[in-house]
């Protein structure tokens, strides 16, 4: 499954054009500053490479890319709650057909947004009016804000995230800083817990992090660099790594693909954002390089 040689379907500008792979349209950007590609369905980023540097984001040799399914991989928006929460699980944003509304270019890269709107089928699952936009500002480093907007005629609540999944060399050589101390082990049952002010994945790791540093690091050693994840609009960080069980369990996963990804979401966890008729949020990553 190689997405990024498809076929060319429509190209809208010198450095963006539409490609389709089972029905999916995808958004591809070839830049000089930087590749990437955006799926139409679920508004999920599925690469993001900026030029002259190795994959930052992680997408599974096993996902399957169907419109019935989510992508295992990239940024799944997980949208208007968190995991399970809510049925489907994660939310219907990241199985739902977005569009495209805006692209733009100049020298230091792409700006692409796309929307998402309630539907008859969407208020059957969650019974309030919404407008999203969510916008990647790709260049030397990737922005990903996704604006929440009631246009209901009543106040709504609402959580999610931004489920990133990063490429990393080897996740025994990798450790995370920035992430705080407190936080709830999924593994555990969702107890409270007290970690350290670093952390190095050995086993499962599912933990919501409710007081995280304005900027999470994770050290990928092997490739000398540090991938900062700064995030906004959030109460909490999630990070996640299945190790090899849960993989053996997943049909998009491969058993060792827990070896070269860690997940770090920006999330809003538990009660959530309440916003009043005609108010916005907006949820946002921002993930850059540095060299080691």
């Not at 739902?96 to 270019?105: A, G, I, P, T, Y």
């Not at 260049?139 to 609540?157: F, H, I, P, R």
């Not at 060399?169 to 593994?187: F, K, N, P, Q």
Request: aromatic share 8%; with cysteine.
């Amino acid at each position: 499954m190689d997405l990024r040689n498809l076929p060319t379907v429509n190209a809208l500008s010198d450095a963006v054009t539409v490609c389709e792979y089972n029905g999916i349209s995808i958004v591809r950007i070839i830049h000089e500053k930087v590749e990437a590609g955006i799926s139409l369905h679920g508004g999920h980023l599925i690469w993001f490479k900026p030029a002259q540097q190795d994959d930052v984001i992680w997408l599974s040799k096993e996902a399957i890319i169907d419109p019935a399914k989510a992508i295992r991989g990239g940024i799944p928006v997980c949208w208007p709650w968190f995991g399970k929460a809510g049925n489907p699980s994660h939310g219907f944003a990241r199985n739902s057909q977005w569009q495209l509304k805006e692209h733009r270019e100049n020298e230091n890269g792409v700006i692409v947004a796309l929307g998402l709107q309630d539907t008859a089928q969407t208020r059957e699952i969650w019974p309030y009016r919404f407008d999203l936009t969510i916008t990647f500002e790709l260049g030397d480093e990737l922005k990903v804000s996704l604006t929440s907007t009631n246009t209901d005629d009543k106040a709504w609540s609402y959580g999610g995230a931004l489920h990133t999944y990063f490429d990393i060399a080897s996740i025994r050589e990798t450790h995370l800083t920035g992430m705080g101390a407190s936080y709830l082990d999924g593994v555990q049952g969702g107890i409270a817990c007290e970690g350290g002010d670093s952390l190095t994945i050995d086993q499962e790791v599912d933990r919501v992090y409710n007081a995280p540093e304005a900027v999470v690091t994770i050290h990928d050693a092997p490739r000398q660099r540090q991938i900062r994840v700064e995030n906004h609009g959030h109460n909490a960080a999630v990070i996640w790594n299945p190790w090899q069980a849960l993989c053996e369990g997943m049909a998009d996963m491969a058993n060792d693909s827990f070896e070269t990804m860690v997940c770090v979401e920006s999330t809003i966890h538990g009660e959530g954002v309440t916003l009043e008729p005609g108010q916005s949020h907006t949820l946002a990553t921002i993930i850059s390089l540095a060299a080691v």
